[in-house]
């Protein structure tokens, strides 16, 4: 009979320690896919770190289901047919129920049109802006399940008009990266800029990776313009912008967002740059925003200044806190969750440790939850898209210093004038 006992305890501990380890083994996947190289990867290796400091944050609060938030990341390349290749055995293979990415348009819509709004899979892009994405949803075309936490370039390229204008840019040439967001951020900014009187000399689109845009350069600085629009990414863009000043072109740019890149200022020299303007995508202070820009370096290396840092921290904390709410990994229920993460009548929930504990706690009651993320609080149309503020930013001795701001509702109002 003691035997029997002593192997019935033995079994139980056993059994218990196997259970133990199948808890900490425990793991829901999130797809992530980033530009981690090519001319994107400054925003893609940003991106990644702060989805990965996100879920970080939530596994320390408890997890989500039991388990903890994993990232599966591949590396899109910054090339449409990688990244269609790697969502697709993410969603196929893997079967995650949320794919993060890309970070710009022209790898996020093909993974959308391709890959996740067919699977019905739930897909956060951090920073795609082109109005293309919001067609696609009043289309019909992406099932319900794109968001994204960045305004699209439908706003941005107005605000950018008029910061051109006030900041004396009467007569630009422009260089555009030839894909889906140069070519709507740069037709939604000169419908503006001509309609509030300012002059296009010349726009000359660029196929991304050439070795030297010379002859682009060259060709945007007939007409003799007082300054350059420069619609590209760090990497590009600072080839083109030191072939500009090498060639004798005035050194006098606006810049798109992301652009305010401290290796794209460190590759063109600041010296340089010094009447170099720029608008982005703005924020909404928070208590999330200075967790965030407190923590982040610590954790990855990476200043939280870097392009698409932020948002990327808020496409990860809503995708494990929507999972938490929609208490499964169904991605039908995962996408009806998101709203509920941003629930205006909830409690206020801010990035962090003690903040995520705090929202998977009332989760856990059934309470309604409103977090309030490091760019601020937003809510979600039914395209998916959020409405926030624009930062207009100027360069000035190597560093991006903010020089004002335009609400949503200034840019509307301006919109209505223009057209």
């Not at 082109?130 to 941005?156: H, M, Y």
């Not at 009806?336 to 929930?349: C, E, F, N, Y």
Request: proline share 5%; hydrophobic share 40%; net charge neutral.
């Amino acid at each position: 009979m003691k035997k029997t006992f002593l192997k019935l305890t033995a079994a139980m501990l056993l059994a218990g320690t196997a259970s133990t380890a199948f808890a900490s083994d425990c793991k829901v996947a999130v797809g992530l896919v980033m530009e981690l190289t090519g001319p994107a990867g400054e925003y893609g290796q940003a991106g990644a770190k702060s989805v990965e400091m996100a879920f970080r944050d939530i596994n320390d609060a408890g997890g989500v289901l039991g388990c903890d938030l994993v990232a599966d990341t591949r590396d899109s390349q910054s090339a449409s047919n990688v990244a269609v290749d790697a969502a697709t055995q993410l969603v196929q293979v893997k079967k995650v129920p949320v794919v993060i990415g890309g970070i710009i348009s022209s790898i996020s819509i093909p993974i959308l049109t391709s890959v996740t709004a067919p699977a019905k899979i739930v897909q956060i892009s951090p920073a795609s802006s082109s109005p293309t994405l919001t067609t696609l949803g009043r289309e019909g075309k992406t099932n319900g399940i794109f968001f994204r936490t960045i305004t699209s370039d439908a706003l941005q390229g107005v605000a950018a008009a008029k910061y051109a204008i006030d900041s004396g840019f009467k007569k630009l040439a422009i260089i555009q990266v030839n894909n889906d967001f140069g070519v709507n951020m740069v037709a939604e900014f000169s419908r503006a800029y001509k309609a509030l009187g300012g002059t296009i000399v010349s726009v000359t689109p660029y196929n991304e990776k050439q070795s030297s845009y010379a002859s682009e350069v060259t060709a945007a600085m007939r007409g003799e313009p007082d300054g350059l629009y420069l619609v590209s990414t760090p990497v590009d863009g600072a080839t083109i912008a030191r072939t500009w000043i090498s060639q004798g072109g005035v050194q006098k740019f606006l810049l798109n967002d992301g652009m305010n890149s401290p290796d794209f200022i460190e590759s063109v020299g600041a010296e340089y740059l010094n009447e170099a303007h720029g608008t982005s995508s703005g924020t909404n202070p928070t208590p999330s925003t200075e967790y965030f820009t407190k923590n982040y370096k610590d954790f990855s290396g990476i200043e939280p200044s870097n392009p698409a840092a932020d948002r990327s921290y808020d496409a990860g904390a809503i995708a494990g806190l929507a999972i938490a709410i929609a208490g499964s990994q169904d991605p039908a229920k995962i996408k009806d969750a998101i709203s509920k993460v941003v629930d205006p009548s909830g409690t206020p929930i801010y990035a962090g440790k003690e903040e995520f504990a705090k929202a998977l706690k009332l989760i856990g009651e059934g309470k309604p939850i409103k977090y309030e993320g490091v760019i601020g609080p937003v809510t979600f149309d039914q395209y998916g898209d959020i409405t926030g503020p624009f930062r207009l930013w100027k360069i000035k001795d190597g560093k991006v210093e903010t020089t004002g701001e335009m609400t949503t509702d200034q840019v509307n109002e301006l919109r209505k004038k223009i057209n």
